[in-house]
């Protein structure tokens, strides 16, 4: 909106406080791609190229601080919401995480006419994702039970992720919650392409689940921002992750848990149901997710006997993925099934198979 070159956000996003990293955006508002950090990587580790470009004196430029950004972004944000629509008559309890969305999220949804009660909105430098929000919804589910709440939303400590809570304390699956968004952006026309995107993390649930809305699922690797690439190669306006991070391409250029929020709300009194009635039209077939530490991180492409693994189980109709952590030593071993008891099987032979072939 500024007309910018560029923006730094200082960020832990859901980890502790003392975990804080940096993201960088271009012009446009998007995340930069992986050939620009890298050459921003080769400049932060020579210090040659940092004397090349060191300033100095008048030349640096000057800073100045944008008193109204808040309200700015309260009335973009609320723009993502029907006109015709009001929040009247629904409660809502939100866990801010002490993090982005403490001040912002409370007066959106009660400017919107909801009965809010708000947790997690005392930052003191050191609290935030602590014991709360998106990551620990436990405190959320209990207040909305309590307090005999419509909805609960958590967000994370920057606010791109959102979890929901229905009114009998339960969280809403990721991926269900996907699907419900996804259909109902359909339902009004506003779907592009009747596609969305979602990572290979996605349950096949989903994807069974759109394909009876005549709604296709293409996926992509793991990560807000891949999500957002593979949207703008295919022309579709909506995506994300089954951890919260939800992308609405018409109205951000990121996950936004508060705009996710209000297009839920939306979405609620829209069809005319209680948040629970959501929780079961998506239930995720079984899934075995294990971490497992290794010593050596071999091309999985060069593993022998990898591919014959993958191919028995498919056979079972099972799905499988198999990731290296990018900061540890560890695989990350995800297969799934509709036959938990063949699951459970199959993961052991995997598991065997794994520790063999990357710890000898």
């Given at each position: 909106d500024m007309r910018c070159d560029?923006?730094?956000?200082?960020?832990?996003?859901?980890?502790?406080?003392?975990?804080?990293?940096?993201?960088?955006?271009?012009?446009?508002?998007?995340?930069l791609d992986e050939k620009e950090e890298a050459q921003i990587e080769k400049i932060y580790f020579s210090d040659e190229l940092i004397a090349e470009a060191?300033?100095?004196?008048?030349q640096i430029g000057a800073a100045k601080r944008v008193d109204d950004v808040i309200g700015r972004y309260i009335v973009h944000i609320k723009n993502s919401f029907p006109k015709q629509k009001t929040l009247h008559g629904l409660r809502v309890v939100l866990d801010c995480a002490n993090g982005a969305s403490y001040r912002v999220?409370?007066?959106?949804?009660?400017?919107?006419?909801?009965?809010?009660?708000?947790?997690?909105?005392?930052?003191?430098?050191?609290?935030?994702?602590?014991?709360?929000?998106?990551?620990?919804?436990?405190?959320?589910a209990s207040e909305?039970?309590?307090?005999?709440?419509?909805?609960?939303?958590?967000?994370?400590?920057?606010a791109d992720r959102l979890v929901?809570?229905?009114?009998?304390?339960?969280?809403?699956?990721?991926?269900?919650?996907?699907g419900i968004l996804a259909v109902y952006l359909k339902g009004k026309n506003r779907l592009a392409g009747n596609k969305m995107v979602a990572t290979v993390m996605s349950n096949?649930?989903?994807?069974?689940?759109?394909?009876?809305?005549?709604?296709?699922?293409?996926?992509?690797?793991?990560?807000?921002?891949?999500?957002?690439?593979?949207?703008?190669?295919?022309?579709?306006?909506?995506?994300?992750?089954?951890?919260?991070?939800?992308?609405?391409g018409d109205y951000a250029k990121t996950g936004d848990?508060?705009?996710?929020?209000?297009?839920?709300?939306?979405?609620?009194?829209?069809?005319?149901?209680?948040?629970?009635?959501?929780s079961g039209m998506i239930k995720p077939y079984p899934q075995i997710l294990k971490n497992l530490k290794i010593s050596d991180k071999k091309p999985l492409e060069k593993l022998k006997g990898l591919k014959e693994l993958e191919a028995s189980l498919k056979a079972d109709k099972i799905r499988s993925l198999f990731r290296y952590s990018g900061t540890e030593n560890v695989i990350r071993l995800l297969i799934e099934g509709k036959n938990e008891k063949l699951l459970q099987k199959r993961m052991d032979e995997v598991e065997k198979f794994f520790t063999k072939a990357l710890n000898e």
């Amino acid at each position: 909106d500024m007309r910018c070159d560029a923006g730094i956000m200082i960020s832990a996003s859901h980890n502790p406080y003392y975990d804080n990293g940096i993201k960088f955006f271009n012009s446009e508002g998007f995340k930069l791609d992986e050939k620009e950090e890298a050459q921003i990587e080769k400049i932060y580790f020579s210090d040659e190229l940092i004397a090349e470009a060191r300033t100095k004196m008048m030349q640096i430029g000057a800073a100045k601080r944008v008193d109204d950004v808040i309200g700015r972004y309260i009335v973009h944000i609320k723009n993502s919401f029907p006109k015709q629509k009001t929040l009247h008559g629904l409660r809502v309890v939100l866990d801010c995480a002490n993090g982005a969305s403490y001040r912002v999220a409370p007066t959106v949804f009660n400017e919107l006419g909801a009965e809010t009660i708000v947790i997690g909105d005392e930052p003191n430098g050191k609290n935030i994702n602590d014991a709360c929000g998106a990551l620990s919804p436990q405190n959320l589910a209990s207040e909305v039970k309590r307090l005999r709440a419509d909805v609960g939303f958590a967000f994370d400590g920057d606010a791109d992720r959102l979890v929901v809570v229905d009114e009998n304390g339960e969280i809403i699956h990721g991926d269900a919650l996907l699907g419900i968004l996804a259909v109902y952006l359909k339902g009004k026309n506003r779907l592009a392409g009747n596609k969305m995107v979602a990572t290979v993390m996605s349950n096949s649930a989903l994807e069974d689940f759109l394909a009876k809305h005549d709604i296709a699922l293409h996926r992509c690797n793991v990560g807000d921002k891949f999500v957002l690439e593979t949207m703008h190669e295919l022309g579709a306006n909506f995506g994300g992750e089954q951890s919260g991070h939800v992308i609405f391409g018409d109205y951000a250029k990121t996950g936004d848990g508060i705009a996710s929020a209000l297009q839920f709300a939306a979405c609620m009194l829209d069809m005319k149901k209680k948040a629970s009635e959501f929780s079961g039209m998506i239930k995720p077939y079984p899934q075995i997710l294990k971490n497992l530490k290794i010593s050596d991180k071999k091309p999985l492409e060069k593993l022998k006997g990898l591919k014959e693994l993958e191919a028995s189980l498919k056979a079972d109709k099972i799905r499988s993925l198999f990731r290296y952590s990018g900061t540890e030593n560890v695989i990350r071993l995800l297969i799934e099934g509709k036959n938990e008891k063949l699951l459970q099987k199959r993961m052991d032979e995997v598991e065997k198979f794994f520790t063999k072939a990357l710890n000898e």
